[in-house]
T-cell receptor, first 114, second 118 residues
């Protein structure tokens, strides 16, 4: 059973702080990794994707991947109240050029307090 | 269309009834996915189409659930003899389908169909 694990939270941080969201996955052969943001009552929307070990930065967001530890994280710098949402980690466990489905974690609920 | 479109947005039905949920993917997307999301949970994979065929239906919970995509575009998720445990938001997503040509593998989601079985 391929699994993606996240701490459900809630994670509460003050405005302007760094929010750190973590995710582990069970399938060592997984190739690509995604962070989706989901506002209450809305559909998931892509924030970041990462394929290679190391860090990937996009504005206030940094995704970190460590395939040896089967660990993915998302850092949000200068957190804003508008970042308050559930953050879903998703893993594509398929090999080569196959698209396949994504396996999602349960999500971590983030609350940024003004 | 511009995005993934799902209808109906809300459906209330009685236990034992038959339900159809429709998804119209982004134009040009060959891959289409159905997920189910219960309150406080992440999206749970149900079925994935590549073109007209179901490439992976391993997530369908039982034989009351069935999905079709006869012309490789619009898909319908069909639920027979609905049960209260089927209540959830049913999410449809689409993607380019092949990891080439700059495709990131991103899934684009519709707004979902909220099913309530009384």
């Amino acid at each position: 059973q391929k699994e993606v694990e996240q701490n459900s939270g809630p994670l509460s941080v003050p405005e302007g702080a760094i929010a750190s969201l973590n995710c582990t996955y069970s399938d060592r052969g997984s190739q690509s990794f995604f962070w989706y943001r989901q506002y209450s009552g809305k559909s998931p929307e892509l924030i970041m994707f990462i394929y290679s070990n190391g860090d990937k930065e996009d504005g206030r967001f940094t995704a970190q991947l460590n395939k040896a530890s089967q660990y993915v994280s998302l850092l949000i710098r200068d957190s804003q109240p508008s970042d308050s949402a559930t953050y879903l980690c998703a893993v594509n466990p398929h090999y080569g050029g196959s698209q396949g489905n994504l396996i999602f974690g349960k999500g971590t609920k983030l609350s940024v307090k003004p | 269309g511009a995005g993934v479109s799902q209808t109906p947005s809300n459906k209330v039905t009685e236990k034992g009834k038959y339900v159809e949920l429709r998804c119209d993917p982004i134009s040009g997307h060959t891959a289409l996915y159905w997920y189910r999301q219960s309150l406080g949970q992440g999206p749970e994979f149900l079925i994935y189409f590549q073109g007209t065929g179901a490439a992976d239906d391993s997530g369908l919970p039982n034989d009351r659930f069935f999905a079709v995509r006869p012309e490789g575009s619009v898909s319908t998720l069909k639920i027979q003899r609905t049960e209260r445990g089927d209540s959830a938001v049913y999410l449809c997503a689409s993607s380019l389908g092949v990891l080439a040509g700059g495709n990131t593998g991103e899934l684009f989601f519709g707004e979902g169909s909220r099913l309530t079985v009384l």
